[in-house]
């Protein structure tokens, strides 16, 4: 069943949320933008949801919540949570319910297609800041291709390697946990971030 998306902190605060975000913050904007959108989504949201049974978490807190963890970079549903209401796992699992009935892509087209956003969009180019990406790769997680490097010590996601001085570059090393990742130098004469400078 699909839950109501009403807001509740009367309950638990004198002073309502959105009275702590300053007046010029650029979520009021965003929010402003994703409420309108959400409510054209409506129709699509109440086609995944039965009638009976416990109000689930609403869809639109689902995906503003999913919006804050991408503004905010905040890496896993766990992180999110701070509320016991929202457990990580129902959370997620209610996530996927949106993603499997094509939720995210109905949800980027009415944003997109909101008056406040056409005007910001262009078909002429598209430009990305590659230094504000957060790759899902740590500098140990590079290995040498050719599986010649020693293994990390005392286990664990986050076990100790001993890598400085070891000279790695695209070519020999890839990384175990995002294969896509890629070592970068910030500029001409700097080290890359997993290189060892000397």
């Known amino acids: 069943m699909r839950g109501e998306d009403r807001r509740s902190e009367e309950m638990f605060s004198y002073v309502r949320a959105d009275k702590r975000v ?10 402003a933008i994703v409420d309108a959108a959400l409510a054209d989504l409506s129709p699509a949201f109440m086609k ?18 999913l919006l804050l963890q991408a503004f ?9 949570m701070d509320d016991a209401v929202w457990d990580p796992t129902v959370f997620s699992k ?5 993603l499997d009935g094509d939720i995210a892509r109905k949800f980027l087209g009415a944003v997109l297609s909101q008056p406040r956003v056409r005007g910001l969009l262009s ?11 957060e790759a899902w790769a ?26 400085h001085g070891e000279k790695r570059s695209n070519d020999t090393h890839a990384s175990t946990t995002d294969p896509d990742a890629r070592p970068f ?3 001409p004469g700097m080290c890359a971030e997993s290189d060892a400078c000397q």
């Open 94 to 98: 209610n996530r996927d319910r949106l």
């Open 185 to 187: 130098r910030k500029g």
């Open 22 to 31: 300053p007046s010029d913050h650029p979520l009021r904007a965003i929010r």
């Open 48 to 65: 995944l949801y039965s009638d009976l049974g416990r109000p689930s978490i609403p869809p639109e807190r689902l995906l503003r919540a």
């Open 138 to 163: 740590s500098l140990k997680s590079f290995q040498p291709k050719d599986g010649s490097g020693t293994p990390p010590t005392g286990g664990g996601r986050n076990a100790e390697r001993g890598f």
């Open 72 to 80: 905010y970079t905040v890496r896993s549903e766990r992180q999110l």
């Open 123 to 133: 078909a002429e180019h598209f430009t990305v800041d590659g230094t504000l990406i």
